[in-house]
């Protein structure tokens, strides 16, 4: 499976953006999506994830309530939605897909499959 993620920007805070994650060559359905990111200096972190069955989703406690996850299975791609954007939220975001098990759904180590990285800043 071949990420390609897509979205990022420059944006003031409090503003919005739309990242996505085109997949291709595999049955990309099959899989658990997640974004993570990655600030200069920091460990990537988990941000969020969309299950492969139901379509379940769960967020870091840090975008709750700001950031929606969503999946077009027909297109073959994920989304995250981001609102109220905070100047903390400024980094490099990269998607991931796996067949990722309940108890390791955060964990970078749980993914296959990576896209390169779209930058996100966000201004104060």
């Known amino acids: 499976v071949q990420l390609q993620a897509s979205g990022g920007g420059l944006v003031q805070a409090g503003g919005s953006l739309r990242l996505s994650c085109a997949a291709s060559g595999g049955t990309f359905g099959n899989y658990g999506a997640a974004w993570f990111r990655q600030a200069p200096g920091k460990e990537r972190e988990f941000v969020s994830v969309?299950?492969?069955?139901?379509?379940?989703?769960h967020y870091a406690d840090s975008v709750k309530g700001r950031f929606t996850m969503s999946r077009d299975r027909a297109r073959n791609t994920v989304y995250l939605q981001m609102n109220n954007l905070k100047p903390e939220d400024t980094a490099v975001y990269y998607c991931?897909?796996?067949?990722?098990?309940?108890?390791?759904?955060?964990?970078?180590?749980?993914?296959?499959?990576w896209g390169q990285g779209t930058q996100v800043t966000v201004s104060s």
């Open positions: 991931a897909a796996g067949r990722v098990i309940s108890s390791s759904l955060r964990y970078v180590g749980a993914y296959d499959y």
């Open positions: 969309i299950r492969a069955s139901g379509g379940s989703t």
